[in-house]
């Protein structure tokens, strides 16, 4: 995150123009113009960042996005596409010089085929309402993002969305077969097909979390997998953060692929607690969720080692869950961990940086450290079995200045991540939120290539443009002001 | 190692400078699949070894012309493995080809493909310059997922010279169980048993027979090897018969001719297509043999929700892979400029436009 931009005024001589040239083909009703109208989509998840679209276009039919991209490509007008508006980098944050194309229309269950166990979705169904429509056949969508019950199957697409169940089952693009998408010309090109993979280059996996600045997609074919016939959850707690580190390498070590496998702190635990009731220590320094799913015997034969190395890791109380509601419980607060933070702070703001698991201890201390540095709050959230750790920074907008040394916080915590060997972002995205932090994970080769890649599907940057990639120049600007570990990153580039 | 990747970049800017082509080479054992590059081998062969592996961090990064072998015995030695069970098709087979092809084996369709594996690269682009995309962790969304983009892309789009791959562990026990049964039936149960929570590692059938290979936890195989049913193989033969489909030295790939690789919907019924067959991942590919006209083919594959490659044999000039439609081919072509814009990268190894 960066300091708000002002919003941007919308210049309304090329409103009109706009709106004129999309009420050529589009209902008055699906063109939104009026601030009170617009002012809904000025922000997805993300809230710090807020702009108010110059238009809004909410087609029904495949042939009314390709048409308003054509038009948008032909005024050199940039687009936005917005799924259900979830994502918590700024991925959907509109531009005032821009028109929004919302894909909420698009909520097409198309075709189930049980016997190839996949279906075929429009962008705006939501990621839950896949696995609820599978669910009589003994299927599932396996991605389980937190925001599952409202963030739309697009949005996983563009975002490469995981959940807690990725170390098994992995992430999006481990999980879509095929894409149909327009590109930013109009064009419909269908990308992956019905197989296992496709002729050419794997586009299907450049597409999936490309933050929607290469097309629009207009359907997804999922995998689907067959429900496991039963799961357990080991529920650990430790007085040591460390200690809980070991225990998940312990068992990681031992050739055991847990279903789920997350690491809370005490802070998060305490918040958690509060809010919902799951059954948690709050005493402790960590407590583990390990889930082992698979035949009743796989379970019973796997819950068993898991809390053995538990015990033997340190931990000072196992327990497993005794029936479906207890495990539930177990995972609804886990997964109401931000809401939880929301609970006890005016704001909060997570980050997702993802490290290597043994680095888990160095990374949570250091940032204990900057916890004192700051004069901020930090309650941590770890999917430990792949290493995505999300900090909750809390905070309080309305106290001058705080706004500022959180998104210092966090940009720091990202520096460690990658001083650790890991990433800015695991699973949340790049957005506008960490374009900064980009420039210090990436070289300006590779941020050039990145750039080469997008005027590969768009020549003139109009999709989505100055998201997710920074520019060269941007970068020299962040370098100044923020030189990192006292080198400058480009000392080359001329300085303005 | 700097000083072999120095000079790898010096002759790509060469190359490049003067627009010469460079054959990418590893252990040269795939040389036979793709189309024909006609120019100056690039050798990777000397920037090999691994790493960094960290067993519990379930990542491994080696050098590009690291042999697989090698890789394989490191990992077996932790009690872990690739996943995706790659073919090697011959003894000096490189991890860097293993990416570059792309290619998978029996274990695909249950366990995920070499991309899914993909965590991270390091290259040198058509330019020389020296990339790193992905990394060593398991998620990660950072920038355009470069790193799956070079799997399969058969070095058109830079050299390869790193690769960090997850690595899983290897299953505590493994049954392979063989039934007789006819190929529509045979396609019928792979993909029921695919929608049913059965730890199902490998299923391949020819000549009348089906074999299923289960792995996990002990109990759980002995269960699903009750409900399967069918008659179980020692584990040698088992050994022998998986690695045969996945090196093609099985008897069904002997003599030459043509193979040809059918990627389709895994519930496609029999492919009424003259030659014979090998079924493998729960029916979504199928090897045949056959002198079938190269249209023909391409076209049976196509109505089955997928696409047909000339993988062994035959003649090359007809296209491999199969053609892309134009609105596809062109962002090939963008994207083939944006990473090697003069050309000189295998040029012709996956379409004659690239």
């Given at each position: 995150m960066t300091a708000v931009a002002a919003q941007i005024a919308v210049?309304?001589?090329?409103?009109?123009?706009?709106?004129?040239?999309?009420?050529?083909?589009?209902?008055?009703?699906?063109?939104?113009?009026?601030?009170?109208?617009?002012?809904?989509?000025?922000?997805?998840?993300l809230t710090a960042y807020r702009q108010?679209?110059?238009?809004?276009?909410?087609?029904?039919?495949?042939?009314?996005?390709?048409?308003?991209?054509?038009?948008?490509?032909?005024?050199?007008?940039?687009?936005?596409?917005?799924?259900?508006?979830?994502g918590l980098s700024g991925g959907a944050l509109p531009l005032g010089n821009g028109v929004l194309l919302s894909l909420a229309k698009f909520k097409g269950i198309l075709e189930i085929d049980g016997r190839a166990r996949t279906a075929r979705v429009q962008p705006g169904v939501r990621n839950l309402a896949i696995s609820e429509a599978v669910a009589p056949l003994g299927l599932y969508y396996a991605p389980d993002p937190s925001s599952q019950s409202a963030c739309s199957i697009g949005g996983n697409v563009a975002e490469n969305s995981g959940g807690v169940h990725c170390l098994k089952y992995g992430l999006t693009v481990h999980n879509i077969l095929r894409l149909r998408v327009a590109t930013v010309e109009g064009d419909i090109v269908e990308i992956g097909d019905d197989a296992l993979d496709a002729a050419g280059y794997d586009l299907l996996a450049l597409l999936t979390g490309s933050e929607g600045m290469l097309a629009v997609i207009l359907e997804v074919t999922v995998r689907l997998l067959p429900k496991p016939e039963y799961a357990q959850v080991v529920m650990a707690a430790f007085d040591d953060i460390e200690k809980a580190g070991q225990s998940v390498a312990n068992v990681i070590a031992s050739g055991i692929i847990p279903s789920g496998f997350e690491m809370m702190d005490q802070p998060a635990t305490r918040a958690v607690e509060d809010y919902a009731r799951a059954?948690?220590?709050?005493?402790?320094?960590?407590?583990?969720?390990?889930?082992?799913?698979?035949?009743?015997?796989?379970?019973?034969?796997?819950?068993?080692?898991?809390?053995?190395m538990m015990d033997a890791s340190g931990s000072v109380q196992t327990e497993v869950s005794r029936d479906e509601a207890q495990r539930l419980r177990f995972w609804a607060g886990r997964k109401a961990a931000f809401a939880a933070a929301g609970a006890i702070s005016p704001d909060y703001y997570c980050m997702d940086g993802t490290i290597p698991r043994k680095r888990l201890g160095e990374v949570l201390r250091r940032i204990a450290l900057l916890e004192s540095k700051y004069g901020l709050r930090c309650a941590n959230v770890f999917h430990a079995g792949d290493g995505n750790l999300h900090p909750i920074i809390l905070y309080d907008a309305n106290q001058p200045g705080e706004l500022a040394r959180t998104e210092a916080f966090g940009a720091e915590i990202?520096?460690?991540?990658?001083?650790?060997g890991g990433t800015i972002t695991g699973e949340h995205g790049v957005g506008v939120e960490k374009i900064n932090s980009m420039c210090?994970?990436?070289?300006?080769?590779?941020?050039?290539?990145?750039?080469?890649?997008?005027?590969?599907?768009?020549?003139?940057?109009?999709?989505?443009?100055?998201?997710?990639?920074?520019?060269l120049h941007r970068c020299a600007e962040y370098g100044r002001m923020h030189v990192h570990r006292g080198q400058d990153k480009f000392p080359d580039l001329p300085r303005y | 190692m700097q000083d072999v990747i120095d000079n790898l970049s010096r002759l790509i800017r060469e190359a490049a400078k003067q627009k010469r082509p460079l054959c990418i080479r590893g252990g040269g054992t795939k040389d036979f699949y793709g189309g024909p590059v006609h120019s100056y081998k690039l050798n990777i062969g000397d920037y090999r070894g691994i790493v960094t592996y960290e067993p519990t961090e379930l990542v491994i990064t080696a050098r590009a012309g690291t042999p697989?072998?090698?890789?394989?015995?490191?990992?077996?030695?932790?009690?872990?493995?690739?996943?995706?069970?790659?073919?090697?098709?011959?003894?000096?087979?490189?991890?860097?080809?293993?990416?570059?092809?792309?290619?998978?084996?029996?274990?695909?369709?249950?366990?995920?493909?070499?991309?899914?594996?993909?965590?991270?690269?390091?290259?040198?682009?058509?330019?020389?310059?020296?990339?790193?995309?992905?990394?060593?962790?398991?998620?990660?969304?950072?920038?355009y997922d470069v790193s799956r983009l070079m799997a399969g892309a058969l070095g058109t789009l830079g050299v390869l010279l790193e690769v960090s791959l997850k690595v899983l562990p290897l299953p505590v026990s493994e049954t392979t169980l063989h039934l007789k049964c006819a190929e529509a039936e045979a396609i019928e149960r792979m993909n029921q048993w695919a929608a049913q929570p059965l730890p199902i590692t490998a299923t391949a059938y020819r000549d009348g027979e089906l074999g299923v290979r289960l792995s996990g936890a002990r109990v759980a195989v002995d269960a699903a090897a009750k409900k399967i049913g069918g008659a179980p193989a020692a584990p040698a033969e088992a050994e022998r018969f998986w690695s045969g489909v996945r090196e093609q030295t099985d008897t069904f790939f002997s003599g030459g001719g043509r193979l040809w690789r059918l990627s389709v919907k895994s519930t496609t019924p029999p492919l009424a297509l003259p030659g014979q067959q090998l079924i493998e991942w729960g029916g979504a590919l199928r090897w045949l043999k056959s002198s079938s006209d190269v249209k023909t083919i391409r076209d049976a594959a196509a109505r089955a929700g997928g696409h047909a490659t000339l993988f062994r044999g035959g003649d090359k000039t007809l296209g491999v892979f199969h053609p892309l439609p134009p609105a596809l081919m062109k962002l090939h072509r963008n994207l083939k400029q944006a990473f090697d814009p003069s050309g000189i990268l295998n040029p012709g190894r996956l379409y004659p436009d690239l």
């Open positions: 210049d309304l001589a090329r409103q009109r123009e706009v709106v004129a040239a999309l009420e050529a083909f589009l209902p008055r009703t699906s063109i939104l113009f009026d601030h009170e109208d617009v002012k809904p989509y000025e922000c997805d998840g108010v679209p110059m238009v809004v276009a909410l087609p029904q039919t495949e042939e009314q996005v390709c048409r308003i991209l054509k038009t948008c490509h032909m005024l050199k007008v940039p687009v936005v596409a917005r799924g259900a508006g979830t059954g948690y220590r709050t005493d402790v320094a960590a407590v583990l969720l390990c889930e082992i799913d698979g035949t009743h015997e796989e379970v019973a034969d796997g819950i068993r080692r898991v809390q053995d990202l520096e460690i991540c990658l001083e650790v210090v994970q990436f070289k300006p080769a590779e941020l050039e290539t990145f750039h080469r890649v997008k005027r590969a599907f768009d020549e003139h940057g109009l999709l989505n443009p100055g998201k997710a990639v920074p520019t | 697989l072998a090698e890789i394989e015995a490191a990992l077996l030695e932790k009690g872990q493995m690739l996943a995706f069970e790659p073919p090697h098709f011959g003894e000096g087979s490189t991890l860097g080809g293993c990416v570059a092809a792309g290619l998978s084996g029996p274990r695909r369709a249950y366990a995920g493909a070499l991309r899914d594996f993909v965590l991270g690269v390091r290259i040198l682009d058509g330019k020389g310059d020296d990339l790193k995309f992905g990394g060593q962790v398991m998620k990660n969304v950072a920038g």
